[in-house]
């Protein structure tokens, strides 16, 4: 199975992150949590990015949304870029900066 996001959460100096396995989820435990940054797996069937954007943007503070996605699939990208996201890369250069970049987003 896939998770639907992960993101970490603020604790003190640690970072911990959790995962959702679909949106009613990860709602939930970001209304609990605090997430500090929301990592989205785009390409996951049936993801409404338009409304999750904006109901993980309501939160606060407002987490740094991340989404990432198929390299080929231009329009899914596009539209999490449009819908709000703050970062949105390919799938290869999501891996590839996602330890370098990480530690910036908490």
Not at 31 to 45: E, H, R, V
Not at 63 to 91: E, F, N, Q
Request: proline letters at 6%.
């Amino acid at each position: 199975h896939r998770d639907l996001h992960s993101f970490p959460t603020r604790r003190s100096s640690d970072l911990t992150l959790r995962a959702a396995k679909n949106v009613d989820e990860l709602l939930r435990i970001a209304l609990q949590s605090a997430p500090c940054c929301a990592i989205l797996d785009l390409n996951l069937g049936g993801l409404k990015i338009d409304q999750l954007v904006r109901e993980l943007a309501a939160l606060q503070p407002k987490p740094i949304l991340v989404g990432y996605g198929s390299h080929v699939d231009a329009v899914t990208l596009k539209r999490a870029r449009d819908a709000g996201c703050d970062i949105v890369w390919p799938r290869s250069k999501f891996v590839e900066e996602l330890a370098t970049a990480l530690p910036l987003w908490f």
